[in-house]
C-alpha cells in the first residue's frame, strides 16, 4: 500500500481543500452563470425601481439590496443544494465514500462553496452598487462586509446541504429550492422594514436569514453599525441549520 | 504495522432495516491475505448489504467486523485509505475528464505529492485508460466507466480490494483485462472480496465461493470444496441433432450410473457426461434443482 502522508488533522484538512477543489471543478460552469445570474437580478430590479421612482435614491438603494439578497440567496441554496443531491442521487456520493475522507470533510467542502459565493456575489453586488452611484462602501467597512458576506454564504450553504440531502430526486430539488427561495423572499423584509410586516409573520421573518442578511448588508451600505440582534440571528440560523444538516446526512448515509 | 490480524473477519453479521426486514443473517467468514472469496447469490440476497458492512457504510445490527483488527465503522477513513472498493452504483462525475478523475483521487487518497504521477500511471496502463484520459467521464461507455472506477480503486495500492460487480456492462475483451488485473492483485497477496452474475468469473479467479441467500452466508469454501457439495453429482448434455439450430438439454444425476440409465432408457443416440459446473451448483443451491432436469445448455 501506499502510505499515506501528514498527521490526521493534516488529512482532514488536505482532504477537504481537495473535496473543494473537486467540486469547484465540477460546477464551474454552473456557478458563474448562476452568479452572473444573481447580479444581473439586483440590477433588473434596481432599474425598475429607478423608472417607478427616479429621484429618490434611498429607495432605489433598498431594492437593490433586496434584489441582492434575494440573488445571493439563490445562488447559495440551489448551487449548494444542486451539488449535493446530484452526488447523492447520481453516484457520485458513493464514490466519495470509497475514499478515506470523513463526512465533515464532504459538508466542510460544500460549506466552504457557498461562503465562496457569498463572498462573490457580495462583492460583484458592492462593485455594482458603486458604478451606479447607489452607495459606496468604505474600505474601512470591508472587513465587516466580508464577514457578514462570509456569515450569509456559510447559513445560506447549511440551508442548502439539508435540501440536497433531504431530497428524494433532482427534479424535486429544483422544486424544493425554488418554492423555499420564493417563500424566503416573501417572509423576509428584503424590499421593505421588519415592522412593515403583518404581526403574525414577523416571528417566521427573523427565522429567515434573508432578513438578517438584507438588515446587515443595510447597516453596511448606509455606513450605521452592524446590528447585533440581526448578527446573532444569522449566526444561530447557520449553527441550527448546521446541526440539522449533519443530523440529516448521517441518516441519508446511512441507510 | 498489524500485518499478523486477518484482512477481513466478519463474526456473526447481521444487519436489519428499520422495517425489520433482515438483509443479513448471522454471516460468519474471514479471509487471509490471497484469498478472493467470491459472493454468489441471487438479486436481492443480501451480498450488496455485505459489503456495505464490510467497508463501514452500514452498522450492523449485531456481530461485527474487523478490517486489520479494526472497526470499519469507527475510524472510517483510517481503514478506507487500506482498501480499494468499486461500489455497485457508483458514478463517475460527468463533465471531469479521466485524468482528473485520477489526479484527484490520487489526492483524496493521501497519495504522497511525489508518489501521485507514478500512482496514476501504473493504474493507467493496468487498467487500460490511454486512449480517453481527455475525456469527460459523462461520454465514456457503461464499460469504460467501470474500467475507470476499478483504476480509482487500485490508485494507492491497497492491501483489500472489495469489488461490487466489477464487470457489469463490460465487453468480453475489457471483462478479460479486468480478470487479468484482478488476478495479478491476487497473486500480489491482495484480498479480494468480488460478487458478481457471471458464474466464469468467480470459476477463474475465485479460490473461495460464497453463497448468499435471504441474507445468509449458506455456503463458504474453497472452490473445490463447493463442488464436492455436490457428492458424485454429474451433469449430461445430450447432443443435439445435426443441423438443428438448438443447444442439448441438460440434466443433473446423482450418479454416472444414473446418466447412463437414464441414456439408454431415453435411448440417447448421442451425448457426453461431465463434471457438474459452477452454474449446476449454484442453481442446486438456489433451490431450484427441478429445473435443470431438461434444461437447455
Known amino acids: ?255 | 504495522m498489524k500485518t499478523s490480524l486477518k484482512p477481513i473477519e466478519c463474526r456473526n453479521l447481521t444487519f436489519r432495516y428499520r422495517g425489520g426486514t433482515r438483509a443479513t443473517d448471522d454471516v460468519t467468514f474471514s479471509l487471509c491475505s490471497g484469498d478472493l472469496l467470491c459472493l454468489l447469490g441471487p438479486n436481492g440476497a443480501g451480498k450488496t448489504t455485505l459489503i456495505k458492512q464490510i467497508i463501514g457504510d452500514l452498522r450492523p445490527t449485531t456481530g461485527s467486523v474487523r478490517i486489520f483488527g479494526e472497526d470499519p465503522c469507527a475510524p472510517r477513513a483510517e481503514i478506507k485509505r487500506r482498501m480499494g472498493i468499486i461500489p455497485q452504483s457508483a458514478s463517475l462525475f460527468e463533465n471531469l475528464s479521466v485524468i482528473v478523475h485520477l489526479n484527484s483521487f490520487a489526492a483524496l487518497k493521501g497519495i504522497a505529492r511525489k508518489q501521485r504521477p507514478a500512482a496514476v500511471e501504473r493504474v493507467i496502463e493496468e487498467c487500460g485508460l490511454r486512449e480517453m484520459l481527455a475525456k469527460p467521464a459523462g461520454s465514456l461507455s457503461g464499460g469504460q466507466q467501470r474500467s475507470v472506477l476499478f483504476a480509482l480503486a487500485l490508485l494507492a495500492d491497497p492491501e483489500i480490494l472489495i469489488l461490487d460487480e466489477p464487470t457489469v456492462g463490460l465487453d468480453p475483451i475489457a471483462r478479460r483485462t479486468v480478470w487479468k488485473t484482478v488476478d495479478d492483485q491476487k497473486r500480489r497477496g491482495k484480498t479480494i472480496v468480488l460478487t458478481t452474475h457471471y458464474l466464469e468469473e468467480a470459476e477463474r479467479l475465485a479460490n473461495r465461493i460464497g453463497f448468499v441467500s435471504g441474507g445468509a452466508l449458506t455456503h463458504e469454501s474453497p472452490l473445490d470444496e463447493f463442488y464436492e457439495r455436490m457428492g458424485q453429482c454429474v451433469r449430461l448434455v445430450e447432443t443435439p441433432d445435426a443441423g438443428s439450430d438448438q443447444a442439448g438439454n441438460v440434466h443433473v444425476m446423482d450418479t454416472v450410473e444414473e446418466a447412463e440409465a437414464f441414456a439408454r432408457l431415453h435411448r440417447l443416440k448421442s451425448y457426453s457426461i461431465g463434471r457438474v459446473s459452477l452454474e449446476d451448483v449454484y442453481v442446486r443451491l438456489a433451490g431450484h434443482r427441478a429445473p435443470l432436469h431438461g434444461e437447455n445448455a
Not at chain 1, 185 to 198: D, E, G, Q, R, T
Request: charged share 10%; hydrophobic share 55%; with cysteine.
Open chain 1, 1 to 255: 500500500m501506499i502510505a499515506a502522508t501528514g498527521n490526521r488533522a493534516a488529512r482532514s484538512t488536505a482532504a477537504w481543500l481537495y473535496l473543494l477543489l473537486l467540486l469547484l471543478r465540477k460546477e464551474v460552469t454552473s456557478t458563474l452563470a448562476t452568479v452572473a445570474n444573481s447580479v444581473l437580478l439586483p440590477i433588473c430590479i434596481c432599474y425598475s425601481a429607478f423608472m417607478v421612482s427616479p429621484t429618490n435614491i434611498d429607495v432605489q438603494r433598498t431594492w437593490a439590496i433586496g434584489g441582492l439578497v434575494v440573488g445571493m440567496g439563490m445562488t447559495c441554496l440551489t448551487q449548494v443544494s444542486f451539488a449535493v443531491a446530484t452526488d447523492r442521487l447520481r453516484g457520485g456520493m458513493r464514490l466519495i465514500a470509497t475514499l478515506p475522507v470523513s463526512a465533515r470533510a464532504y459538508i466542510a467542502s460544500h460549506l466552504t462553496y457557498g461562503v465562496m459565493l457569498g463572498l462573490l456575489v457580495a462583492g460583484s453586488g458592492a462593485v455594482f452598487l458603486r458604478i451606479s452611484g447607489l452607495t459606496a462602501v468604505s474600505w474601512d467597512a470591508l472587513p465587516q462586509l466580508i464577514f457578514v458576506a462570509a456569515l450569509s454564504g456559510l447559513s445560506l450553504a447549511c440551508i442548502g446541504v439539508a435540501i440536497g440531502i433531504w431530497t428524494p430526486d433532482v427534479a424535486t430539488a429544483d422544486t424544493v429550492v425554488s418554492s423555499a427561495g420564493l417563500v424566503l423572499a416573501i417572509v423576509s423584509p428584503v424590499f421593505y422594514p421588519l415592522s412593515a410586516l403583518p404581526s403574525y409573520l414577523r416571528p417566521i421573518g427573523w427565522l429567515s436569514p434573508y432578513t438578517h442578511i438584507a438588515s446587515l448588508a443595510s447597516d453596511i451600505a448606509n455606513a450605521r453599525p452592524l446590528s447585533l440582534a440581526h448578527l446573532s440571528a444569522l449566526a444561530a440560523i447557520a449553527a441550527g441549520a448546521l446541526f440539522s444538516t449533519m443530523l440529516l446526512y448521517r441518516r441519508g448515509t446511512t441507510r
